[in-house]
T-cell receptor
Framework: NAGVMQNPRHLVRRRGQEARLRCSPV?????VYWYRQLPEEGLKFMVY????????ESGMPKERFSAEFPKEGPSILRIQQVVRGDSAAYFC??????????FGNGTRLTVT | EDKVVQSPLSLVVHEGDTVTLNCSYE??????LLWYKQEKKAPTFLFML????IEKKSGRLSSILDKKELFSILNITATQTGDSAVYLC??????????FGEGTQLTVNP
């Protein structure tokens, strides 16, 4: 029974490029959450999605960041025109609609 | 703004010691409090607490919640080197949103 799958595990982008992070939730889970973890800091909520809907994006920067969870396929977190400050570990979590959330191993984004 | 404070931020002990990790919170629309263990990768779920005063146990780990005083503790007895990790506390609010503390970095030396 596969858990939350995130890819890629590591992603290196130059300033100004786009980063696309993918997350496949636990089978049967229709709720997806994205969190960001900066070095030496805790996990910060970014966005909460259900299939085809953004429920809460209050933690996501208004500029350059977007997220989707289509009817078919993984959830995607997209960061346009990346800057060095975007370097972090991005974790995806899923649930069937209630806690606990199950986390993936994260994507470590490095912006050079 | 929701706030979660964990203490201590870092703790170094020897195998066999008992440790107590603290978590205090101020959030709106509180539903439950969760504890996770993070060892460089995915945070793994430990406990979910919804009621005050009821201790949850799993092996050498136990946790309790005080909803009146807005805090929780996580106890680990007879620590082992495999317990070394960051322990994260996270109140759950509406929408199953979790607000994480900075975590307690526990190091257990042989």
């Amino acid at each position: 029974n596969a858990g939350v799958m995130q890819n890629p595990r590591h992603l290196v982008r130059r300033r100004g490029q786009e980063a696309r992070l993918r997350c496949s939730p636990v089978k049967g889970h229709s709720h997806v959450y994205w969190y960001r973890q900066l070095p030496e800091e805790g996990l910060k909520f970014m966005v909460y999605l259900q299939k085809e809907n953004i429920i809460d994006e209050s933690g996501m920067p208004k500029e350059r960041f977007s997220a989707e969870f289509p009817k078919e396929g993984p959830s995607i977190l997209r960061i346009q025109q990346v800057v060095r400050g975007d370097s972090a570990a991005y974790f995806c979590a899923s649930s069937p609609g209630k806690a606990p959330l199950h986390f993936g191993n994260g994507t470590r984004l490095t912006v050079t | 703004e929701d706030k979660v404070v964990q203490s201590p931020l870092s703790l170094v002990v020897h195998e066999g010691d008992t440790v107590t990790l603290n978590c205090s919170y101020e959030v709106t629309n509180f539903r439950s409090l969760l504890w996770y263990k993070q060892e460089k990768k995915a945070p793994t779920f430990l406990f979910m607490l919804t009621s005050s005063g009821i201790e949850k146990k799993s092996g050498r780990l136990s946790s309790i919640l005080d909803k009146k005083e807005l805090f929780s503790i996580l106890n680990i007895t007879a620590t082992q080197t495999g317990d070394s990790a960051v322990y994260l506390c996270a109140p759950e609010t509406s929408g199953s949103r979790l607000t994480f503390g900075e975590g307690t970095q526990l190091t257990v030396n042989p």
